[in-house]
């Protein structure tokens, strides 16, 4: 399913790190960007089960306004993002996308998460933290 956004404010960096810090995504894309949903999924990074995961999130957010990320990763590789594989990561406020403004939080890697290839969908949302991952928010963007 592809979510429903009726106005883009743009994600405009995923950047996941390990532990040590070392780089396992970092995807930049525009902050002007007028598409929904962009979908990144041939950009892959490596992570390992029970591990955390440190990741920070930003975006444009159309002036002084508050908004929301949330990250969901299909690990048990179903083809759907439930509720138990979503993580509200935070908000950041009045960016221009381009400002280094950061949402941060972690991403846990169940023990006993799927091996193989898995997708994981971030939203960004005005106003409030989403919960569904094929909703329909009035501001914002999705990225696969």
């Known amino acids: ?50 591990q955390a995961y440190p990741i920070a999130l930003e975006g444009y957010t159309g002036g002084n306004y508050t908004n929301y990320f949330t990250v969901w990763v299909d690990w048990n590789q179903d083809g759907a993002f439930s509720a138990s594989e979503m993580m509200p990561i935070g908000s950041i406020v009045n960016s221009t996308g381009t400002d280094g403004k950061q949402a941060v939080g972690t991403i846990n890697v169940p023990a006993d998460a799927v091996l ?29």
């Open 116 to 144: 193989g290839a898995t997708t994981m969908r971030v939203i960004k949302n005005f106003g409030a933290s989403p919960t569904a991952s094929c909703g329909t928010y009035s501001f914002g963007q999705a990225e696969d």
């Open 1 to 50: 399913c592809i979510p429903t956004i009726n106005n883009v404010e743009a994600i405009t960096r995923v950047f996941l790190t390990d532990a040590d810090a070392a780089t396992i995504i970092d995807n930049s894309s525009a902050a002007s960007s007028t598409v929904p949903y962009e979908d990144f999924t041939a950009v892959e990074g490596t992570v390992i089960q029970g």
